[in-house]
């Protein structure tokens, strides 16, 4: 993937192995892994209990693919109502395909052509989703945007994270058929909500008939329901991607019984062949193994309160090194995720968070802390906990951002 090529150090470390937190290069190099797969791992690498599913699927019983459902896709189902409140659910392999076909649903549910994101968002490669606001506050394609198909205004309307005046202006012109956000930013450092934005958004959303689609493929970290069910948030779909396979590619959307009701009004859509919803790998049987054995023995309550009290930890530990040594940074979290930015206060929108980034800084906190034995996500500054990830492996990190600001304080006022 052209992306991998991009880590810091003009090269990327090449895999050798992977357990828990721990990453081996084939230089033999090991690494304690905060990166963890940009959220994809933070069940850790190879959990056992996965692993075993895994193998009993492919090993034992066979069938990896055969578009046949399994008692598997039920219980998964069911602990997805569970954790998360909505009672429907249809599985994918990525979180992009979950959103694109989460919005063509809302877009046969309202009869309306747009969808509202945020400035700086990101939910995988869906078209509609790249957009900034551009003058006058239309849709315009974000730099670097490869082969837009049509104009972005065309499909999107955009608003900045916390304006919720701004998110009213757009969705009162009444075309707009769903709000696509992250409970929290996390693609454009962490941006999280201020009190009241998502009580605004569900108000906005249900006022002006769009319907409110929650991505919570990186927002998982905030516990074992999500951002959705540790904030309260009451969303009409929601996507979720990544992490909940283990590793296997996985993906769902969730919808509630409303949105059921609306797609029931429409016969005339192909839900189920051709009609543009769906994969001929989608819900296949190994995934959704993966994702029952993840789910029911890996990334359980017990675990997330583990990982939430390391991030807290690595949290308090960066907001030590930043208040000790005056440098004008932020760090913000959510649940088990944590991520440093070059600016303070901490942004609250996702075109202020931009702004702010620095790869140059990047470059060199990446560089540093890998040359020592630790990775964060490439792009930018993050670190996730997984269930193996230890208080030790928190504090090394501390240490060494400790000595890598140091070092950088002392060269610029040199
Ligand atoms: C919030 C969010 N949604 C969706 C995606 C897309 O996930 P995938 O690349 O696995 O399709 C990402 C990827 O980073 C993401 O951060």
């Known amino acids: 993937m052209t ?11 090449y895999l050798d192995r992977a357990r828990g937190n721990r990453v081996w290069d084939v ?3 090991e690494y304690v892994d905060f990166a963890l797969g940009d959220t994809a791992a933070m069940a850790g690498h190879s959990p056992e209990p996965t692993v075993q599913a895994i193998d009993a699927r492919i090993a034992g019983s066979g069938g990896l693919t055969t578009m046949l459902p399994t008692a598997d896709a039920e219980w998964v189902a069911g602990e997805l109502h569970r954790r998360f409140g909505l009672p429907l659910w249809s599985f994918t392999l990525t979180a992009t395909d979950a959103n694109r076909w989460a919005l ?3 877009r046969l549910a309202t009869g309306r052509p747009k969808v509202l994101t945020f400035a700086y968002s990101y939910h995988g490669s869906v078209d509609e989703a790249f957009a900034v606001p551009g ?3 239309v849709a315009v394609a974000r730099a670097g945007n490869v082969g837009p198909p049509v104009p972005l205004d065309l499909t999107t309307r955009v608003a900045e994270f916390n304006d919720l005046a701004g998110v009213e202006a757009q969705l009162a012109v009444g075309d707009v058929a769903a709000v696509l956000t992250e409970p929290a930013l996390t693609n454009i450092g962490i941006v999280l909500p201020e009190p009241g934005f998502h009580q605004g958004l569900r108000e906005l959303a249900t006022r002006y008939g769009a319907l409110l689609i929650i991505d919570e493929t990186h927002t998982f970290s905030a516990g074992a329901g999500g951002a959705t069910g540790a904030w309260g948030l009451r969303p009409d779909m929601l996507v979720i991607g990544k992490s909940i396979g283990g590793g296997v590619p996985s993906g769902a959307y969730g919808i509630t019984t409303d949105v059921a009701r609306l797609l029931a009004a429409h016969p005339e859509a192909d839900l189920v062949d051709v009609g543009g919803i769906g994969g001929t790998l989608a819900g296949n049987a190994l995934s959704v193994a993966a994702m029952r054995a993840t789910l029911e023995q890996v990334l359980t309550e017990q675990a997330f ?3 939430i009290a390391r991030a807290t930890r690595f949290t ?6 930043v208040e000790g040594t005056g440098i004008p940074w ?3 979290q959510v649940g088990a995720r944590s991520e440093y930015r070059f600016t303070a206060p901490a942004p609250r929108t996702g075109s202020a968070s931009a702004a702010a980034a620095d790869e140059g800084l990047d470059e060199y906190l990446h ?5 020592r034995g630790i990775l964060i996500t490439p792009f930018h500054n993050m670190a996730l906990m997984c269930p193996a990830t230890s208080d030790e492996d928190v504090d090394l990190h501390t240490r060494l951002f400790s000595d890598a600001v140091g070092e950088l304080v002392a060269g610029t006022t040199r």
Do not use: E, I, Q, T
């Open 367 to 371: 560089l540093y802390l890998a040359n």
């Open 27 to 29: 230089d033999g190099h």
């Open 135 to 137: 003058p006058d506050g």
């Open 3 to 13: 992306w991998m090529a991009k880590w810091s150090g003009g090269f990327p470390l």
């Open 305 to 307: 309160a583990g990982m």
């Open 316 to 321: 308090a530990g960066v907001r030590g090194v």
């Open 104 to 106: 063509r649903l809302a």
């Open 330 to 332: 932020s760090v913000a």
